[in-house]
């Protein structure tokens, strides 16, 4: 555990990490790079300015949820009923500050929704209608629940008979700014062809997003049910803390999804000195970084 002293605010190089969700197709990978740069971009303006690293973990999911060839916002799979159900969260390690929402129809980035629900100090998990009606009393715009639903997800769940239900493109993202403090935040559409009213793990903190600046920070995807079932999110940042290499503690928490939780998915994060780490288990999971080593966005995939 670092010390005060060691986490003195002129000690920190800021660095974000984003994922474009452990289940995205690898034949449309190519598809994933100009988002994933994108949203790695967009939380590095606010880091390079001297921004928290809360506004820029939501900046950067907000540049995902709008991009349609993700799984988040506009573009999310589609429920067994053919509607879109959103879940998204959001923390801040220095006060484990947290927000989310789940179940959530009518608003277009959840992940601000869950952020308004952080602000509020006195709530963690906002869901379905009641979630809605908080958005309307802190001025979220509503949303036409048909704009979130593209035409490649109604073609996907027409077709979904006859395809395996893929898990595709939940987006998250992991920072660290300059004082020394981490967030991370995941937002998704949940799983292909799921029941109306189910949760996944990425509304769910310690689940799918967890951040302790003393540790670090992550944000999951994969499958849900394995991910909750392990308190994935916490366990690998325990690991983090074990094994003080992110890289490494990565790939132990994903193996732990995989044994323990008999399910697939994978994770990035990034460590309280900025160092950044992911693994998947999954055949692709698209990620990019920037950190001021960097002249733009590296993706990783
Ligand atoms: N973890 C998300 C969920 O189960 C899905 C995903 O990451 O692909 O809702």
């Given at each position: 555990?670092p010390?005060?002293?060691?986490?003195a605010?002129?000690t920190?190089?800021?660095?974000?990490?984003?994922?474009?969700?452990?289940?995205?197709?690898?034949?449309?990978?190519?598809?994933?790079?100009?988002?994933?740069?994108?949203?790695?971009?967009?939380?590095?303006?606010?880091?390079?300015?001297?921004?928290?690293?809360?506004?820029?973990?939501?900046?950067?999911?907000?540049?995902?949820?709008?991009?349609?060839?993700?799984?988040?916002?506009?573009?999310?799979?589609?429920?067994?009923d053919?509607?879109?159900?959103?879940?998204?969260?959001?923390?801040?390690?220095?006060?484990?500050?947290?927000?989310?929402?789940?179940?959530?129809?009518?608003?277009a980035?959840?992940?601000?929704?869950?952020?308004?629900?952080?602000?509020?100090?006195?709530?963690?998990?906002?869901?379905?209608?009641?979630?809605?009606?908080?958005?309307?009393?802190?001025?979220?715009?509503?949303?036409?629940?048909?704009?979130l639903?593209?035409?490649?997800?109604r073609?996907?769940?027409?077709?979904?008979?006859?395809?395996?239900?893929?898990?595709?493109?939940?987006?998250?993202?992991?920072?660290?700014?300059?004082?020394?403090?981490?967030a991370?935040?995941?937002?998704?559409?949940?799983?292909?062809?799921?029941?109306?009213?189910?949760?996944?793990?990425?509304?769910?903190?310690?689940?799918?997003?967890?951040?302790?600046?003393?540790?670090?920070?992550?944000?999951?995807?994969?499958?849900?049910?394995?991910?909750?079932?392990?308190?994935?999110?916490?366990?690998?940042?325990?690991?983090?803390?074990?094994?003080?290499?992110?890289?490494?503690?990565?790939?132990?928490?994903?193996?732990?999804?995989?044994?323990?939780?008999?399910?697939?998915?994978?994770?990035?994060?990034?460590?309280?000195r900025?160092?950044?780490?992911?693994?998947?288990?999954?055949?692709?999971?698209?990620?990019?970084?920037?950190s001021?080593?960097?002249?733009?966005?590296?993706?990783?995939?």
């Open positions: 555990m010390s005060p002293a060691e986490r605010p002129a920190r190089v800021p660095t974000i990490i984003v994922h474009g969700g452990a289940g995205a197709d690898p034949s449309e990978s190519h598809e994933f790079r100009p988002g994933m740069r994108a949203a790695a971009l967009a939380g590095w303006r606010v880091l390079s300015a001297g921004g928290a690293a809360l506004d820029a973990v939501e900046s950067a999911v907000r540049v995902l949820e709008d991009d349609p060839r993700f799984n988040a916002g506009r573009g999310s799979v589609l429920t067994r053919g509607t879109v159900e959103l879940d998204a969260s959001i923390m801040e390690g220095d006060r484990l500050q947290c927000g989310a929402v789940a179940a959530v129809t009518r608003v980035n959840p992940v601000t929704l869950a952020r308004r629900v952080l602000e509020t100090r006195r709530h963690v998990l906002l869901v379905g209608d009641g979630a809605v009606a908080f958005a309307r009393s802190v001025g979220i715009p509503e949303c036409d629940p048909a704009s639903v593209t035409d490649r997800q073609q996907r769940h027409a077709e979904r008979a006859a395809r395996s239900a893929a898990l595709g493109g939940t987006v998250g993202a992991v920072a660290l700014d300059r004082n020394g403090t981490v991370a935040a995941t937002s998704t559409g949940g799983t292909a062809g799921q029941l109306p009213g189910r949760v996944g793990d990425s509304a769910l903190i310690g689940c799918g997003t967890y951040a302790d600046s003393s540790i670090g920070g992550v944000s999951c995807t994969g499958d849900g049910e394995a991910i909750i079932r392990v308190v994935f999110g916490c366990r690998a940042l325990h690991y983090l803390k074990d094994a003080d290499d992110p890289d490494y503690a990565a790939k132990v928490a994903v193996d732990l999804l995989v044994e323990e939780g008999r399910g697939h998915g994978g994770l990035i994060v990034i460590d309280w900025g160092r950044a780490g992911y693994a998947t288990s999954t055949p692709l999971m698209p990620v990019a970084i920037m001021p080593t960097l002249a733009e966005p590296r993706t990783l995939f």
